[in-house]
């Protein structure tokens, strides 16, 4: 049976790519790969929800979406006042 990849394994494989958009912060490369994760999971969500699965403020990962949006990893969309966030497929 194969053990399941961990949140870690995941942003030690992406350090690469993920080093060059957080380059002082391991918590923010961790973060980015949790987000990353859980919107492959559900394909879209609200910025909110997104925020709420995760259990931090917003506020917090606006910056993180930001960087991921500037270097293609993910894209945003509104529906009234929410933004919405997605993976996407380069």
């Excluded at 949140?7 to 923010?28: G, H, K, W």
């Excluded at 990962?61 to 933004?83: F, N, Q, W």
């Amino acid at each position: 049976m194969k053990e399941a990849v961990t949140i870690e394994r995941l942003a030690v494989d992406m350090e690469v790519e993920l080093t060059a958009l957080f380059r002082n912060s391991s918590d923010q490369r961790k973060l980015a790969v949790k987000i990353m994760t859980v919107l492959q999971e559900h394909v879209e969500m609200k910025q909110n929800d997104l925020a709420k699965q995760l259990e931090i403020e917003p506020y917090a990962i606006s910056r993180i979406i930001t960087r991921l949006e500037d270097s293609k990893y993910v894209a945003h969309s509104h529906d009234g006042a929410d933004k919405i966030i997605e993976v996407t497929n380069p």
